[in-house]
């Protein structure tokens, strides 16, 4: 089949690979040439040649079927042919002169005989620039409005057109992706919006093949369309705003593929056999021969028409057939059949699409073998009047006779095809007979076994006659008629059990050594005295024995209902009884054990793998129960998380749904990716009910916005986990912190230094030891200072003096702490009222350039001495 490559839209169809059957021109055809039908096969491309573009299809005829071939190409770099002849470019190239004609090698594997064809590709002429840019030109759709509210009433404003379905070629060969539609929303203006589509073909399967830019709304397709595939697409397009509300109803896109005459008419057989009776008058339906094209047969594309290109032999007329162009029907229009002249006709039927157009369309053909059929003037008719036969009893499918006859029509038609049956002496149906399609001999058969003891000869009445009735006018009988004689030999017969199967019910878990049943046979040898014993034939568990003469029934091992040789609750068991006849005979029968289910299998959790996200949403792990006990041993289920260890119901949560179904989810808010084995307790509700601790083996990963887990093996494989990036990402924080925190203690060191020289003059001596006394004295109460300074000072800026308002006395203050002279280690008690004369005087003189400062209060807690409970050092 040759594909030639889809144009835009907008054009016509491009011009199809052209295929003419050579004609020798003699009008002389052979009954079957082996080899190409044709010299030259040509093809039309509408652009150069890509990797991988298949360009036409090469057919060569085999007469005898057997032939393998093999396909080479003379330029194996450019072109490659595969076994059904289909040729591909193997890469990508200008189509010029010396690429246009190459030639194409069939060679038979087994005797190495060699065929060759030629081939030629040709550029379709250049469309003109306005057929271009006519093709190039985007169309817009836009939403239609909602419906407005006017005075009250809902009123909903039309658009005087309706979306257009967008009509699209296959075979395009872009480039890609090739931009269809533009799709857009008069909100625009005014909201920022983002555009998709759905359904199939965009993001349901065949995904990928349309995509939308969000932003502008552009609507385009990615791939070639194959018609044949999909004929059509429905899209629907909807338009949201940033946070994903939807701002206009949906509104349908429909794509339709239009067809390209890309493929050729494939007829249904390659060879097509008919018959034709001789001496049959014009006119005379022959057969049908039956074409199909993969293309759209409601367009021209999809259209054949027939015709018959050759026959041979010729005689006694060249034209003795004739053809409907449209059904394909094969009818006589010459008379002067006759089968002792030819016996056989060829003819070479060819099917062309584009409603049988040679310049343009694809065509194909087929042969049609016509065979001239003898008329039946002769009867068949028996060899002799009576033949015999015998048959054992009981047996069925066997050969008791072979009745021969002659007849003098040609061998195997329907004139010397012999038909037999039974006239007589067979009122129940035991017998049938059957033709020998090679011999045409009658084969006497058994059809249902014979009983000796009831019937113990037959004698048959049997008839011959031909599959087509004595062509008028001859003068012999339809039919010849014989005698069959029918001896049936007495046996030894099978015994048999009854009833067969034998079905009991058991409950399962019976123990070794418990009588079931008794399973016996029966000799329909009634006549013969014959004993009969019993053997066990299959027990696939290997449960049961069988006592040899009584036929008594035991177990041997523990019967389970869950076991895998128990089918539908059902155990199957096949003994055997062979009775002591000559020769001797035995007869099967199968015990059928119905268990009956018991509590004895506890639930086990299913699935025993699940994936699941590193934080709770989206991602919830389904899981159900396995027990291969049934109802009521089985659900409803209990679902559980053990007590210990204590990180299982610290990480994870278990909610049961239903009686079948829990859902497992993470109670932490994150949790490392990583392989867990979280057990789960199941309970079933048998009497009593069994309980079991499954391991549910979760895999933790990282999630993308979709909730699907991402490969997380590959960033392992890195190098570097999760919790590895974030550990670093902590220690680059951490150094930057520290880094910031020394630079600011650095700068506050400078200014507590700058303070210092201008706060406190370097002679002033101020940090005089205080000596406690145990007495009380003055202190706070006959002061008036603010001692909730007390709570954290710290020093006194230089530049204290506020303009407005009073420092908040819970703020820690942020000046340098002031430096004082060392004293020496024993000062005199009246250096105790000097500091603090001193300390008043400074406080003095902060009120003087401040007046809203109710002064300082310094609190040195290494350097403070009691004065009577008061620890203070200044004011």
Not at 465 to 488: C, D, F, R, W, Y
Not at 783 to 789: A, C, F, N, P, T
């Amino acid at each position: 089949m040759c594909r030639i490559v889809g144009a835009p839209r907008t054009l016509l169809p491009l011009l199809a690979a052209l295929l003419q059957a050579s004609v020798e021109a003699s009008g002389e055809i052979a009954l079957c040439k082996t080899g190409f039908p044709e010299d030259v096969y040509s093809a039309v491309l509408s652009q150069d040649v890509h990797e991988g573009q298949p360009l036409l299809n090469v057919k060569f005829s085999n007469c005898n079927g057997k032939r393998k071939v093999q396909y080479e190409s003379s330029e194996p770099a450019d072109f490659k042919v595969d076994e059904d002849g289909m040729v591909y470019a193997v890469r990508s190239f200008p189509l010029s002169s010396e690429h246009a004609k190459f030639l194409i090698y069939a060679q038979d594997k087994e005797t190495q005989e060699k065929w060759q064809v030629a081939v030629k590709l040709s550029l379709k002429p250049t469309l003109p620039e306005d057929a271009v840019k006519e093709s190039q030109e985007i169309e817009e759709i836009v939403f239609p409005r909602q419906a407005t509210k006017h005075n009250g009433h809902l009123q909903r404003q039309k658009r005087d057109w309706v979306i257009p379905p967008i009509n699209l070629p296959e075979n395009s060969r872009g480039p890609f992706p090739q931009e269809l539609v533009r799709i857009r929303s008069d909100r625009d203006k005014n909201l920022s919006l983002r555009y998709s589509v759905t359904g199939p073909g965009a993001d349901q399967p065949p995904t990928g093949i349309f995509i939308i830019n969000p932003i502008s709304g552009q609507l385009s397709v990615t791939k070639p369309l194959d018609r044949e595939l999909i004929a059509r697409f429905h899209l629907r397009a909807h338009a949201v705003d940033i946070n994903g509300n939807q701002v206009e109803n949906p509104i349908d896109i429909v794509i339709n593929v239009i067809d390209m005459n890309d493929n050729r008419p494939e007829f249904l057989h390659q060879v097509w056999n008919g018959t034709v009776p001789e001496g049959s008058k014009p006119g005379t339906y022959v057969m049908t021969v039956t074409a199909i094209d993969a293309d759209d047969p409601n367009a021209l594309n999809g259209m054949l028409r027939y015709r018959i290109l050759s026959q041979a032999p010729s005689t006694p007329s060249p034209n003795m057939f004739t053809i409907n162009n449209e059904t394909g029907d094969i009818i006589t229009v010459a008379a002067g059949l006759d089968r002792e002249k030819v016996q056989q006709y060829t003819l070479i039927i060819q099917a062309t699409d584009m409603e049988g157009n040679p310049t343009y369309g694809l065509s194909n053909t087929a042969t049609a073998v016509i065979t001239v059929t003898d008329v039946n003037d002769n009867p068949p008719e028996f060899t002799a009047m009576t033949f015999y036969g015998e048959v054992p009893e009981n047996r069925v499918d066997v050969i008791v006779a072979n009745l021969t006859v002659t007849d003098k029509d040609q061998p195997h038609t329907p004139a010397w095809n012999a038909m037999y049956r039974i006239s007589g002496g067979d009122p129940t149906g035991r017998f049938a007979i059957q033709t020998d399609p090679n011999s045409n001999d009658g084969l006497v058969t058994v059809a249902k076994p014979i009983d000796f003891e009831t019937n113990r000869m037959f004698v048959l009445t049997v008839a011959a006659e031909n599959q087509v009735p004595l062509a008028k006018g001859i003068q012999h009988p339809p039919q010849s008629t014989a005698t069959v004689s029918v001896t049936v030999i007495d046996v030894n017969e099978n015994p048999y059990f009854a009833p067969n199967p034998k079905i009991i019910r058991q409950e399962e878990g019976l123990h070794a050594g418990t009588m079931l049943t008794t399973f016996t046979a029966q000799d329909p040898d009634r006549y013969m005295q014959q004993n009969i014993r019993y053997t066990k034939l299959s027990d696939p568990a290997n449960w049961l024995k069988i006592d040899p003469v009584n036929g008594q029934i035991t177990t041997i091992a523990v019967l389970d209902r869950e076991s895998p040789n128990v089918k539908n609750n059902i155990y199957n068991a096949t003994f055997l009884a062979s009775d002591n006849g000559i020769p001797p005979m035995s007869g099967t029968g199968t015990l059928q054990i119905y268990l009956l289910d018991i509590n004895d299998n506890a639930p086990q959790v299913l699935p025993q793998e699940a994936e699941t996200c590193e934080t709770p949403d989206p991602n919830s792990i389904n899981i159900t129960a396995l027990d291969y006990d049934i109802d009521p041993n089985a659900g409803p289920f209990a679902f559980d998380l053990p007590l210990s260890p204590v990180t299982i119901k610290r990480n994870w949560t278990i909610t049961r749904l239903n009686g079948d179904f829990a859902q497992l989810n993470l109670k932490i808010k994150f949790l490392e990716a990583g392989i867990y084995e979280v057990p789960i307790i199941i309970t079933d509700s048998g009497n009593p009910p069994k309980s079991n601790i499954s391991i549910l083996r979760v895999k933790v990963c990282q999630c993308d916005s979709n909730g699907d887990c991402t490969d997380v093996d590959r960033i392992v494989g890195a190098g570097l986990g999760t919790g590895a990036i974030i550990a670093i990402l902590l220690c680059i924080i951490i150094l930057l912190i520290l880094v910031l925190m020394f630079v600011v203690w650095m700068k506050r060191r400078d200014k507590e230094r700058q303070a210092k020289q201008l706060l406190i003059d370097p002679e002033d001596d101020v940090r005089d030891n205080i000596l406690k006394y145990d007495e009380e004295g003055g202190g706070e109460e006959d002061q008036d200072y603010d001692l909730s300074q007390l709570q954290q000072p710290d020093t006194v800026e230089p530049d204290a003096i506020k303009p407005v308002g009073i420092r908040r006395l819970d703020e820690r203050p942020i000046h340098a702490e002031p430096q004082y002279p060392v004293r020496s280690a024993a000062p005199h008690p009246g250096d105790i009222g000097d500091f603090i004369n001193e300390a008043q005087a400074q406080a003095e003189r902060g009120r003087t350039l401040n007046p809203w400062s109710v002064g300082t209060v310094w609190w040195r807690p290494r350097e403070v001495a009691s004065v009577g409970h008061s620890e203070i050092l200044g004011t």
